[in-house]
């Protein structure tokens, strides 16, 4: 079974609306949680990290905020969406006491 | 300043070869080196890591070699096959293990 789920699997949105993706984990005990950014072609930007629910911290913002709601759901959000926030985002996590993060299926976001 | 850096954006080798990725970073305070492997549209997953006490790690045809003096390490593909075709990132990370840094990876291409 999938450990982590990503929702929506691609979104095509228009310049100026509202976005939220989410992201669940299944299975792993208060995880490590962590959204990225990546262009078409490019490399991994990290955005969010939150070790515990309530908590987020910034890495970059890019214009997006992100929320720990729950233990095992991280949402990546922002109220205007701009051209540059087209990409494939990336949801991870990492158990506490491990070195590794692992990274959920993605979502492709394309913003016209 | 990029943290770290994959010498190849491309590498093109034979069915059978052996493909070498390079990779070199900026921070003597890493001390984890994961190499992540992704396909078009997928997230990436975890190939092989190696933490800075060792000088080699390896798992099947995949190699990490490191040199911490030179603060760089390489991934060897022996025996590469076609189903090895993929984006190959570089990543380090330091006392933090929420902070990690990716390179802009290497599209290996194995030609049957």
């Known amino acids: 079974a999938q450990t982590i789920h990503q929702w929506p699997v691609a979104e095509i949105k228009a310049v100026g609306s509202p976005l939220s993706l989410g992201c669940t984990i299944k299975?792993?005990?208060?995880?490590?949680l962590y959204w990225y950014w990546q262009a078409t072609g490019g490399t991994l930007q990290q955005l969010f990290y939150s070790i515990t629910v309530g908590q987020v911290e910034s890495v970059v913002q890019l214009n997006l905020s992100a929320s720990r709601p729950k233990d095992d759901q991280f949402i990546l959000s922002t109220e205007k969406l701009l051209l540059s926030h087209s990409g494939f985002y990336l949801c991870?996590?990492?158990?506490?006491?491990?070195?590794?993060?692992?990274f959920g299926p993605g979502t492709r976001l394309l913003v016209l | 300043q990029q943290q770290v850096r994959q010498s190849s954006q491309s590498l093109t080798v034979w069915e059978g070869e052996t493909a070498i990725l390079n990779c070199s970073y900026e921070n003597s305070a890493f001390d984890y080196f994961p190499w992540y492997q992704q396909f078009p549209g997928e997230g990436p997953a975890l190939l092989i890591a190696i933490r800075s006490v060792s000088d080699k790690k390896e798992d099947g045809r995949f190699t990490i070699f490191f040199n911490k003096r030179e603060k760089n390490l390489s991934l060897h593909i022996k025996d590469s096959q076609p189903g090895d075709s993929a984006t190959y990132f570089c990543a380090a990370s330091g006392n933090s293990n929420n902070r990690i840094f990716f390179g802009d990876g290497t599209q290996l291409v194995v030609k049957p």
């Open positions: 299975g792993k005990s208060s995880p490590n």
């Open positions: 991870a996590w990492r158990q506490g006491n491990q070195d590794t993060q692992y």
